[in-house]
């Protein structure tokens, strides 16, 4: 009879542990965070600072008695840019956000101290590389005459910006506030140069 009474309460406090530990684990609430606020701050750069691409050459032949129209999109599948590093990727990795859109700055400007953005281009919130399509689209005609060859070539400068920001985060339980600070390297369309030739055909 001892022996059964020692086994039931051993038993009885087992189960009372147990309960304990997973009304522990159901009290702990999982945070949640909210972005609440994004500024930006310029720094100083090399206002030279392109970056370029280099259009593949293209080559139209006309070969025949009549002219050939000829369209071409020298910008097309070329993006821009957009990254943000924080001075602590994990806290920002573990605040788990969620996709955030905002918009940033276009060019870079002679503002000091922080600054809001009211336009622009919108961005991903991300550290990885988030493209957008260029703020300009283009679209070249050309009449190919017969028995004659044009050939296209080119480049594409894109200016590069930094800027730093500063993000505050929001837990929504608690309303306790954090702030994240970093730098954010973007890329967009400045101009363009276009070499085109055009040749007979022998």
């Not at 608690?174 to 702030?179: E, F, L, R």
Request: glycine share 6%.
């Amino acid at each position: 009879m001892k022996n059964r009474f020692t086994s039931i309460s051993s038993l009885i406090i087992a189960i009372s542990i147990f309960a304990c530990n997973s009304m522990d684990e159901i009290d702990e609430p999982v945070k949640s965070y909210e972005l609440a606020d994004m500024k930006w701050k310029h720094i100083e750069q090399d206002e030279d600072n392109l970056v370029e691409f280099e259009l593949p050459q293209q080559t139209f032949r006309n070969e025949g008695d009549n002219p050939i129209p000829i369209e071409i999109n020298p910008l097309e599948g070329i993006m821009g840019t957009s990254k943000f590093e924080f001075d602590q990727p994990e806290f920002f990795l573990e605040m788990n956000l969620g996709e955030h859109y905002l918009m940033a700055p276009r060019y870079h400007g002679n503002q000091e101290g922080y600054f809001y953005v009211g336009g622009g281009q919108e961005v991903l919130l991300d550290t990885t590389i988030y493209e957008f399509p260029l703020s300009i689209e283009t679209t070249e005609s050309y009449t190919l005459t017969p028995n004659t060859e044009l050939i296209y070539e080119g480049t594409v400068h894109l200016k590069e910006i930094k800027v730093k920001f500063l993000a505050r985060v929001i837990e929504k339980v608690s309303g306790a506030s954090y702030d994240l600070e970093g730098t954010w390297t973007s890329s967009y369309y400045e101009t363009m140069s276009i070499n085109v030739v055009a040749n007979d055909i022998e």
